[in-house]
């Protein structure tokens, strides 16, 4: 089967199957923040701090402008489902001054986790979801700052067949400065392999995660068995200090009904469930 799928991704990161529009599931409608709910440290789920996770002309927007100070509030903005085998493209671009009291090292920094721990296995005090975390980087006015990297809370993956335990592991990307969009895409297909593309080049290619390792804290000890593998999970997006627009966030699901004779069959699935199907 992980051969299989292998082989299924070589094809669908080259020249994905035909789809339509609609196949594509706007996971923010533009609109308001249903179907999201947001996990800020020290604040129980769905408790929006300082009005943290906000729309603002059509775009979600992560803010800090009602915060007397950050106080190492790291938050998240969890999907209401998860997902296992998907393609998800995110627009976002940086603006504004990061929040005061906000860490160094998080000075226009943020991302989208994948494959997470659900939100309501989240203690109270937890600064970070165990998952893997694309980091989205701004560029600094000197210098070089790749974008689309990979890190790692409580968990550690695969590369090139060798177990990594480096919390990160940059990006071939370039980088991006100033408050420019830039166009992140992930293709995950369950634990098999996961790549990052970043303004549709790809950047990063890994698999077979599993728990493991620490950077985070607060959690609780029965969410965090070592050694677990890891092959589905929600999606969130981070705030880790500094203000982050994103105007879109959209899913194309991998997973469905692959029987070409029914009525929802599609071409560019990669993992049967034919329990979906409809004829």
């Known amino acids: 089967m992980r051969l299989t799928i292998f082989f299924l991704l070589c094809c669908l990161t080259t020249a994905l199957p035909a789809q339509k529009k609609g196949d594509w599931q706007q996971l923010f409608n533009g609109k308001n923040l249903k179907g999201w709910h947001p996990k800020i440290k020290g604040y129980a789920l769905d408790d929006n701090f300082g009005n943290t996770f906000r729309v603002q002309k059509k775009k979600l927007v992560v803010a800090y402008d009602q915060y007397p100070t950050f106080d190492n509030r790291f938050g998240h903005l969890f999907y209401e489902k998860p997902f296992n085998y998907y393609r998800l493209r995110i627009v976002y ?15 226009r920094n943020s991302g989208v986790m994948l494959h997470g721990q659900a939100p309501q296995s989240m203690s109270k005090g937890q600064d970070f979801p165990i998952s893997l975390e694309a980091q989205f980087l701004g560029g600094r006015a000197e210098g070089e700052r790749t974008t689309g990297n990979l890190c790692t809370p409580g968990t550690h993956v695969e590369m090139n067949g ?36 970043i303004n549709g080049d790809k950047v990063m290619t890994y698999g077979r995660p599993v728990v493991g390792g620490g950077v985070v804290d607060g959690f609780d000890p029965a969410t965090k068995k070592d050694g677990t593998p890891i092959t589905g999970g929600y999606i969130s997006l981070q705030g880790e200090s500094h203000p982050i627009e994103f105007k879109k966030v959209e899913l194309l699901n991998l997973e469905g009904c692959m029987d070409p004779k029914a009525k929802n069959y599609k071409s560019y699935f990669v993992k049967p469930d034919n329990s979906q199907c409809r004829y």
């Open 162 to 197: 060798k177990l990594v335990t480096d919390h990160c592991i940059n990006a071939d990307s370039k980088t991006y400065p100033g408050d420019q969009w830039v166009t992140f895409e992930a293709v995950v297909l369950g634990d098999s392999l996961l790549e990052h593309y």
């Open 93 to 107: 671009r940086f603006k504004g001054e990061q929040a005061t009291g906000g860490p160094d090292w998080a000075w």
